[in-house]
């Protein structure tokens, strides 16, 4: 039986996947990338969808315009669309260039992308080889040795890798034969980075010990993708009872009763679900024995880069870190168009209701915006008792941390209501009185 060309090879895996609206190439400009954009040119006729291609310019090279420009030109020929996305990066101390260089060119794709449409890398089968190894060496569970999958939701569509079953010579033979000109990556030569460390120096010794090592090692991240997806699909039971009905908090003490790897476990799918970075073992231990540890009247918190996990009575939050509100400030609001609120708090507007506030006095008052009551007893309407804020916020069940990002509504210097939770007397809305309701979008 004869061998398949790379083309065919190509078609075959794309025709398993999911038919996108449009297949997008992610088009660097080196050899890999134009080998897979020029076999899918070969089949645009049978290809389901239309296909384009995009590339990233991330100016940390001087050369880095030529390279669009070369990208350009054999996209012309190609004749395909291409769209050019320039980054300005600033390395960042501390931070690995290569990761954030990753990071945001994967932000940049999923930017462009419409409902349904396919990135397609060109990712072969050395390239998954060192992944497992940089994983490994990482100190990776399953989910990291699984490396980079075939196929995966990524924004509003896919990522796809078709060609990650396919050696390095297969791609250089085509290459090769088809007399395809492609650019060199300068930084490809540096071994500071830890990939081209372990292709330059490491892969070459490994693979003259053992010839057959990339087949080999992807073949062990296929057997830890399917370990992996056992241990989802028995977390993600567990999740479903340990998240709150209708919303998206957990339960701790559930949490807590499960063994140490099925907790990790857990953690890790609904870390991974709100779409956050996860986390090492290391942080994972501490949310499990800190926040169950922790005193009532404790708050304890657990944080990495970009991710909070907080604990209130019983229920585990996760979060992006809270953003800073000066504890004084003050916004002058005219009560009738929308309020955007300070650091990603959502918006207030007003909506007529029967009762409520006193459209009256709400329309005669100078109203403001704070987010700090002034130690007054809490006057609620309908209540003939003062209470204090402490226990109107246990009522309510507000996290602590949250209590200090609530927009309290003040009318002539007078607190008239509490957000959208609680209206004050005495501003309420008389017996046949035109009234109105403070509504908060989150």
Known sequence: ???????????????????????????????????????????????????????????????????????????????????????????????????????????????????????????????????????????????????????????????????????????????????????????NQETGFDRNYLRREVMPLLTERWPSLARTLARSARHCAEAQGLIDEVAGQDLLRLLKPGGDTLLLSGLVSLSAPKGRAVLRAWIRGKGFQLPNTARLDRILMEMSSAAEERNPLVHWPGVEVRRYRDRLYLMPPLKKIEPHLSLLWDGRTVLELPAGLGRLRVIPSEGGLSLRQWEQGRIQIRFRHQRERLQLSGRSHSQSFKNFFQQQAIPPWQRGRIPFVYIDDQLAAVADLAQCRPFTAGKGERGMQIQWDR
């Open 1 to 187: 039986m004869p061998t398949m060309s790379l083309p065919q090879q190509l078609l075959e895996t794309l025709s398993a996947l999911p038919v996108p609206g449009c297949y997008r190439v992610a088009y660097s400009g080196g050899r890999d990338s134009h080998v897979l954009l020029h076999a899918l040119c070969g089949l645009r006729e049978k290809l389901q969808a239309p296909l384009s291609a995009v590339h990233v310019d991330h100016g940390l090279q001087t050369a880095s315009p030529r390279w669009a420009e070369h990208c350009r030109e054999i996209s012309r020929q190609l004749q395909i669309p291409l769209e050019i996305i320039r980054l300005a990066l600033q390395p960042e101390k501390g931070r690995s260039l290569e990761e954030q260089a990753r990071q945001e060119r994967y932000r940049a794709f999923s930017g462009l992308m419409r409902p349904g449409e396919m990135l397609l890398m060109a990712h072969h089968q050395e390239d998954q080889a060192e992944t497992v190894l940089l994983q490994l060496l990482r100190g990776a569970g399953p989910a990291g040795l699984a490396a980079m999958p075939i196929v995966v939701e990524f924004g509003p569509g896919y990522q796809a890798r078709p060609l990650l079953a396919q050696p390095r010579r297969v791609l250089d033979e085509y290459a090769l034969s088809n007399r395809l000109i492609w650019v060199e990556d300068p930084s």
